[in-house]
């Protein structure tokens, strides 16, 4: 089949690699869902009636899918960067900038991580759920909070990988 | 430090310092937004407001028809619906002279009409047209450079990614977005078609006549982009014609390219597999970026840096279209630097609220008016206007990105070539941004027909 899930790393990494991948083609299926649900909709539209909620469960859907492919960006350096100013810094300079990106990787899964754990506790407590098929808000950012811990994993692993780069350089 | 056009200036500093050194944009608008409103407030409001920030923001309706848009062009680019746009394009123009290239420019429109992303159209067509071109001896220059151009046209041709984005921030309709942009996509593919009759009737050489087809091919390549058109309706003109929102037409899109692959026999269990991973890296990268842009705005907002700066122009006595004209200008020469979405998401939160002001406010109707139109009018023309400027960053060096991708595809021609067979498309856009300036009825009109 030729998909690397692990994206070449081995170990603990590689682990953290695998499951993030695998966690962006759960989020794929929930798209895919999605999509199901609004082809019902509209073909259900004409025949008989719209399926009920799509709007919500879209709204849902979609939120829930994209936090679970935010692992897979940050393993697999989708994150957009400018490299356009740094591109004749030595790899020296460019292995303390990724250090310093990493460590921002990490503060900011971590914030999110923080807070949203927070954000499940006050949509449970209030019980928040959408107007027409009534489903908790709460669900969705259980689905949500594992993404986040896996972010943050991800963010370590690329922390680890730049901290590797600058002591590499350093010795050598 | 009291006044907000420091403190704003300030921040701005601060994130393109960030970015340039390499930080991913989006983490760089996160910690700048976030941090400078922790800084001005205290903490207590942004980490009570990120409790529900992110999930509010990736759960905005109008925002979900991204993901799909991005899978059906993914999936697109898989399905061999790229071939048989492009053999039903060379059937009808190939045997012109420069024909072939036409024929390209003519399928990177098509491909565009259902992928909303320049770099997948470019990469898409190019694998598909270059070895063409190459059979028929066109030059490295105008193969690679029509290529290159023509890739541009995904992202000018409805639905586009960055269109859907601009009209999420400035709270504009996608609806009336796509309505706009679809005259000025089409005078696109005519201009650029017309420039390449240009370049091979000064330079007949680098574009040689294909051959004729017989009438069976003829016909069977026809047929192969029927379709193509059947997707484009039922999306496009679904959208247009109100029997649906965006987000639904989008997963008909969806459905109906898979099928398509499906039939063809084009698209494995393993390409599905590939085409989610790819819809993953996009989209997450997209959305984690627009949080980012909220913080800014969040951050911009409570310095009011935009107001500042509408402030200081008014009380300086520029002319509103001047003041449009440097944007612009800035935009462009940004668009060297970065790629077109994030640069949407970095400046359109600042550019815009100052256009808006300029105009009169964001009720301000046509009578009176800086740009003597309504803000309203005027969000939708800037909005083209802005999407094509934005563009042309991926033709231009130094980071031409359909100029890199493309490139990489042609190893036997030198990039500078593709930046020299690209140059004729680039003034092509720059008369064309010209006449959009000059008349914006040309803009304007499909919108007011179709309400």
Redesign the interface.
Known sequence: MGHDLTLGRTGLSGAVAFFSSLWALFGGCVLLVVVAINVLSVLGGIVWRPFPGDFELTEIGVAVAVFAFLPYCQISGANVTADIFTARAGRRTIAAFSLLAAIAATLVAGLLLWRMTFGLLDQKNYGYTTAILQVPLWWGYCVILVSLSLLVLTALVSLKEAIHGVAGHAHG | MADPVSQGLLALVVLIL???????????M??VG?GGVMLINGPMLV?SQ???L??GQ????D??VV??FI?MGVLAGRSGLSSALFRGANAWLGWLRGGTAMAAIAACAGFGAVAGSSLATASTMGKVALPELKKYNYSGALATGSLAAGGVLGILIPPSVVLIIYAIIVEANIVTMFAAALIPGLMAVAFFILTIAVYVAISPESGPKGVGMDAAEFRAATLGLIPVFVIFGIVLGGIYGGF?NP??A???G??MVWIYGILRRELSF?DM??S??D???????I???LLGAELMKILMSRIGLPQATAEWILNSGYQPMVVLVIVLLALIALGC???SL?MILLVIPFFWPVLSELNGGVYQLAEGAGFGMSTEDLKIWFGILALIVVELGLITP??GMNVFVISAMAKDVPMIETFKGVMPFFLAEMIRVAILLAFPIITLWLPYALR
């Open positions: 960030l970015i340039a050194i390499r930080m991913p944009i989006a983490h760089a996160i910690i976030g980490l990120l409790k529900t992110a999930y990736f759960s905005i309706y925002l979900s993901p799909m899978l649906y987000t639904p989008a997963s008909i969806v459905f393993s597999l590939a989610l991973k819809t993953a890296s996009t989209t997450g990268m959305y984690l970026i630097l970065m790629d994030s130094p980071v």
